[in-house]
T-cell receptor, first 114, second 112 residues
């Protein structure tokens, strides 16, 4: 399968703990995006990378959130000191450069904070 | 970002064509219309996109009006597996970014 891969698929953590998610994009895609989706809502943009550079961050991305893409390939999203409001599906997508290039999404990581 | 308006829900009989409308009256000349769908517990799936001309692929057809203020996604022979939330998105043509901004979409239910 050469699609976008996200790990883990599910994560349950206690409030206050740190969590990290991984995204492996489609290999030739130089753009990588993170989105968050809560129940009944459409996905909300968090941040995006072009190669290893983080070019845009949403106001939704609080100081407790950090994303990296160190070698321009896979990416990690870390949430520090998790809160119950962080419970959501975290989606990763990748694309080629250009607004004529569709984003291809993974199946997400579902985070539950207890 | 240009706003889109979609019906909250639609029903379709299995085997019939499903026609999903979208209004995007504030679209700019260089902005693309994208359609995605999302089946429960999965990530959004890309369906089709277009700028001015009608487009067709193995999944669907996209009809864009001449003034570009609205579009229709057509699933020619809907199956039960097409039950999903369908998102119509106008993608801003920035040289940097050009993320997709999702609304609430249309819940399409295909009935046997």
């Amino acid at each position: 399968d050469t699609g976008v891969s996200q790990n883990p698929r599910h994560k349950i953590t206690k409030r206050g703990q740190n969590v990290t998610f991984r995204c492996d994009p489609i290999s030739e895609h130089n753009r990588l995006y993170w989105y968050r989706q809560t129940l009944g809502q459409g996905p909300e943009f968090l941040t995006y990378f072009q190669n290893e550079a983080q070019l845009e961050k949403s106001r939704l991305l609080s100081d407790r959130f950090s994303a990296e893409r160190p070698k321009g390939s896979f990416s990690t999203l870390e949430i520090q000191r998790t809160e119950q409001g962080d419970s959501a599906m975290y989606l990763c997508a990748s694309s080629l450069e250009g607004f004529n290039s569709p984003l291809h999404f993974g199946n997400g990581t579902r985070l539950t904070v207890t | 970002d240009a706003k889109t308006t979609q019906p909250t829900s639609m029903d379709c009989a299995e085997g019939r064509a499903a026609n999903l409308p979208c209004n995007h009256s504030t679209i700019s000349g260089n902005e693309y219309v994208y359609w995605y769908r999302q089946i429960h517990s999965q990530g959004p799936q890309y369906i089709i996109h277009g700028l001015k001309n009608n487009e067709t692929n193995e999944m669907a057809s996209l009809i864009i009006t001449e003034d570009r203020k609205s579009s229709t996604l057509i699933l020619p022979h809907a199956t039960l597996r097409d039950t999903a939330v369908y998102y119509c998105i106008v993608r801003v043509a920035r040289t940097s970014g050009s993320r997709l901004t999702f609304g609430e979409g249309t819940q399409l239910t295909v009935n046997p």
